[in-house]
């Protein structure tokens, strides 16, 4: 997995008070409960956000939706809907949260609130990641959804964060096709490995595992027969990183195995 859920939680209740200061009220009665009858809606909401506060998060959520179903026109059930989200969220009702975000957007696309809309959607994807072993559907969903912020508001508090975590998720997803790579290459498939550690090289390549892929390519060049193929991918290797040990290893196995020379 990548990063503790701690950190990031903690950033996004920090963006959530960031985002919507003066939203909160007063707390409502020690014995209030969540019996959908008809109230005001600052009492509603101020119930809902008192539940939210201490930790009540399911009924937070039921409360801020209630909010919006009662009073459908007013200016508290918009603050209400991102609320709503940010308490599946919290909750780690991803797809409710998901699903309030992206019904938010589509009510209020240009809201100044939408920048954390689309974040709020990205991180309930990004806290779904598996690890490389499993299908990477969530990962490259929590990618699209990382762009799609990035593209839509570069200069947003959440844009810097998305962009870290979207080098963690390129860095997971190119673990992914290693894995499958070298699945491929230990049954002695070499053609499928090579084009799995060819998808990391083209893709992926600043990535920490761009300088196996190289590595790969050229073993797997060898064993398909082509190795000039692999001469080639190893002096990429030694141009990039002159240093490393995959450079060293694809140096000593390119010594048995120079392409030979027409015309002597």
Known sequence: MIPTRSVRGAFAAAACALVLTGCSGGSANEGAD????????????IAAKDRLDRGDLQVAAALFDEVERQHPYSPWA?????????????????????????????IHPGNRDAPYAYYLIALSYYEQISDVERDQAITRQA????????RRYPDSPYAADARL???????????KE????RHYERTGQWLAANLRFRNVVD?????SHAPEALFRMVETSLAIGVPEEAQRYAAVLGANYPGNEWYERAYELMQDHQPQRVGG
């Open 143 to 150: 990618l699209a959804a990382m762009n799609e912020l990035v």
């Open 203 to 207: 893709d992926y390549q600043t990535t």
């Open 165 to 175: 975590k979207i080098d963690l998720v390129n860095d997971h997803l190119a673990g």
């Open 34 to 45: 969540v019996a959908y009858v008809a109230r005001d809606v600052e009492s509603l909401y």
């Open 78 to 106: 918009r603050r209400a809907q991102l609320m709503s989200a940010f308490s599946y969220y919290a909750a780690r009702q991803y797809n409710a949260a998901i699903q309030s975000s992206s019904r938010f957007l589509s």
């Open 178 to 181: 290693m894995e499958i790579g």
